[in-house]
């Protein structure tokens, strides 16, 4: 693993040694040690079933949900283990928020999409919900596609607008960090770009880690990937995800230092 | 191993063995060119000046693959790098096509005088020494060889002293009466066109590394920058 190579990282926000994810007796991932930069965008790419999401909601314990699912080694928020026993799961998951690969806004309205949350931090005056949810929708570049429809369905949006009202309602409870699992996979290329350009404008506040599918995407988007594979065990003819190389995107792009980052970007893989 | 974007890669092995021939039509042209000058062969000189438009013809069209490659194919790493390369080597060939058609316009210039055997040897010398680097270059190239790519400065370091004795010759003999002002003059540029030929073959051989390791020239430890406070590079003179 390469991944001393990446250039020095300075203020560290999550942390991943030696982590492995095991489902049941089946190791999805093991061994990644990654460092994520405050207020970069970090990129994971790789082929399907090459553990990069599964890394990715570790960070936040969403794997909690998924039964007989079991982490080994460590994974740090702010030097703080978030697997230890007395941290708590929802305090991690309001400080790392996750948009998802499809939009799953509520079927309410739009202005409780957004107030949703803090609504659950027990916010409740209506003057202080409707500024948190301006500053949401503005923040997610949506407040003025809806400003004059808050109370409609938040249903009735197109699906890009749904995307943007997710990314809205997660930082509506200002999280440190957004995780976004293929935010954009389905998406047209002009919403996917609108949510291109808002991960820059939000990434000084919030330090953002992106799965995706689409390398352009990872090179237009990204300050540093991750490239992850799968290594085939010979015994099981099962397929384990490992990390392979993490760079800057610039460097891992154009001059990679691991081969199979190369074969697999140029599309030279077996 | 299996192979995606294999229509992408076919392609990229295209322009890449386009690159090679262009090359070759250099490594061709200079000892013709060298010759016609030494010959005084202006039917030669006047086929080639002609054929230089070829040269450049093939070179907007290689160059125009290669956009279009980066615009519709986004290629990475070491496509993206071959494509980069391959851009500014069509620049080094294209200019070194012209500077041996100057030669030929030389050959021109100089017709009707006699040149001394200490002349024709070395400009001789200097011609095949120019097409020796370009030889290496595209060695280099065809084998994505970075090592041997690095080696091409010392050759040129070798046809930088030709050039300089190349200049005192000329001045010997101008002194000795054997050639006069203008004929000299044209000779000097002769040595400078075939110097900087040197030159353009050692940018190919820089480009071949960087699309080989990643490695990009820094200027600052580059010899032929840091030289550069002199500005005669160490040629003598008139000293009428």
Known sequence: MSSSSASTITDVVLRAR????????FCAVRDVSIEIPRGEITAFIGTSGCGKSTVLRCFNRMNDLIPNARVKGAVEYHDIDVYRSDADASEVRRRIGMVFQKANPFPKSIFDNVAYGPRVNGLHKKGDLEAIVEKSLRGAALWDEVKDRLDSSA???????????????????????????????????????????????????????????????????????????????????????????????????????????????????G | MDELRKGFHHELDEIRAESAQLIEVVIDAIPRATRALLDGDLDSADKMIRADEVLNGRCLELEERCYRL????????????????????VSEIERSGDLAVNICKAARRIYGHNLNSELQKVITEMGEQATQLFTAALEAFRESDAAKAAAIDDMDSYLDGLQRHFIRVILESHSAGNINVQVAIQLAVVARFLERIGDHAVNISERV??????????????????????????IPFFEE
């Not at chain 1, 030696?18 to 007796?25: E, H, I, M, P, R």
């Not at chain 1, 309602?169 to 995780?179: C, F, G, K, T």
């Not at chain 1, 996979?185 to 506040?205: G, H, N």
């Open chain 1, 18 to 25: 030696d982590l492995s994810v095991f489902y049941g007796d």
């Open chain 1, 155 to 269: 249903m009735g949006l197109s699906g890009g607008q749904q995307q943007r009202l997710c990314i809205a309602r997660s930082i509506a409870i200002e999280p440190d960090v957004l995780l976004m699992d293929e935010p954009c996979s389905a998406l047209d290329p002009i919403a996917t770009a609108r949510i291109e350009d808002l991960m820059q404008e939000i990434k000084q506040e919030y330090t953002i880690v992106i799965v995706t599918h689409n390398m352009q995407q990872a090179g237009r988007v990204s300050d540093r990937t991750a490239f992850f594979t799968t290594e085939v065990n010979p015994d099981s003819d099962r397929r384990t995800g490992i990390l392979v190389e993490y760079d800057t995107t610039q460097k891992l792009f154009s001059t990679p230092s691991d081969e199979r980052t190369e074969a697999y970007i140029t599309g030279r893989f």
């Open chain 2, 70 to 89: 980066l615009a519709l194919q986004a290629p990475v790493a070491s496509d993206l790098r071959q494509v980069i390369a391959i851009v500014k080597i």
């Open chain 2, 209 to 234: 590394r960087y699309f080989v390791t990643g490695w990009l020239p820094e200027n600052l430890t580059n010899p032929r920058s840091t030289n550069s406070n002199d500005d005669t590079d160490g």
